[in-house]
């Protein structure tokens, strides 16, 4: 059985949507709570959750969850230096890791089965990449082999692990994750988010005896 760590990026300072994004309510808690417990829900240990801006803020939204707080003093910088922070206390915890799953808490869809399907296709292939694909691109969820951690630990500042799996585009497994093309980067994709789940829940109600 392989071991699977797994990080969440909610170190940004979400300008385009005005407010902390991982504060917005979502399933009746903040995103970064949803996407925190959906990690913990899977497979994957250890879960790390990097956070930048307003980290005592963020804080308090996890601190009682079983999982391991990073502040990236850096991030300001962009993407590259949270993935470097990630990557540097799961391989602590861990040092026999085999292999990440990175996760952004601005898809609200991601689920712990799609975790375990990720880390289930690594398993039964070796494929050194596992990612999601949606919205004709290819992207996170990802999970990486050890073989590429040194490559995540190094990324250019500015970019993030979309990055990577461009470069090795012929170590990509996809897995099909349709909903991955939602995320949540201003207040009207927000809105449209609370529009359609509140649609499908009044539409489940109706529906029942």
């Not at 461009?166 to 349709?178: A, I, R």
Request: glycine content about 6%.
């Amino acid at each position: 059985m392989s071991t699977i760590g797994l990080m969440i990026l909610a170190a940004g300072a979400s300008t385009r949507m005005g407010t902390p994004k991982q504060l917005l309510l979502f399933q009746g808690r903040s995103l970064l709570r949803y996407i925190a417990e959906v990690a913990i829900a899977s497979c994957c240990d250890p879960v790390v959750v990097v956070l930048g801006s307003q980290a005592e803020r963020m804080k308090l939204e996890v601190d009682a969850l079983a999982l391991h707080l990073v502040e990236n003093q850096r991030w300001a910088e962009g993407m590259g230096t949270s993935i470097a922070a990630g990557m540097t206390t799961l391989t602590a915890i861990n040092p026999a890791l085999d292999a990440v799953i990175i996760v952004l808490c601005d898809q609200p869809f991601v689920s712990a089965s799609l975790m375990n399907q990720l880390a289930a296709s690594y398993q039964s292939t070796q494929r050194p990449i596992i990612a999601s694909a949606y919205a004709d691109t290819v992207g996170v969820p990802a999970l990486f082999d050890r073989s590429l951690f040194r490559e995540l630990m190094t990324l250019n500042v500015t970019v993030g692990a979309k990055y990577l799996i461009k470069q090795h585009t012929e170590k990509v497994l996809q897995v099909s994750f349709p909903k991955g093309a939602i995320d949540l980067d201003t207040p009207a994709q927000y809105q449209q988010l609370l529009k359609d789940t509140t649609t499908v829940a009044l539409s489940s109600d109706s529906k029942s005896p």
